[in-house]
Nanobody, 115 residues
Framework: QVQLVESGGGLVQAGGSLRLSCAAS????????MGWYRQAPGKQRELVAT???????NYADAVKGRFTISRDNAKNTVYLQLNSLKPEDTAVYYC?????????WGRGTQVTVSS
């Protein structure tokens, strides 16, 4: 059974940094896309960043220039470096792996940015 486990969330002051990790346990064949999403209280889940198997990356406008996604295919792990954090970045951050028609989600890690 495949599970995705996020780590690295926490409480940080505005302007600070965090590094999130998401590792998959179990066997996932041919992961195409690794991505991060977030959901703030009372809001819908939204895309933060994705990383394609060919090296392409995509970022939400709100995080461009501040967040960086990277991946280690050998470890089935994706990272998200969060810099220059703002209170509006406060949310539960989820990772998602896409392998063909299958999507796998983690349970989320809380990021709280204080002003």
């Amino acid at each position: 059974q495949v599970q995705l486990v996020e780590s690295g969330g926490g409480l940080v002051q505005a302007g600070g940094s965090l590094r999130l990790s998401c590792a998959a346990s179990g066997i996932i064949v041919s992961i195409n896309v690794m991505g991060w999403y977030r959901q703030a209280p009372g809001k819908q889940r939204e895309l933060v960043a994705t990383s394609g198997s060919g090296g392409s990356t995509n970022y939400a406008d709100a995080v461009k220039g501040r967040f960086t996604i990277s991946r280690d295919n050998a470890k089935n792990t994706v990272y998200l470096q969060l810099n220059s954090l703002k209170p509006e970045d406060t949310a539960v951050y989820y990772c998602r792996f896409t392998a063909g028609a299958l999507n796998y989600w983690g349970r989320g890690t809380q990021v709280t940015v204080s002003s």
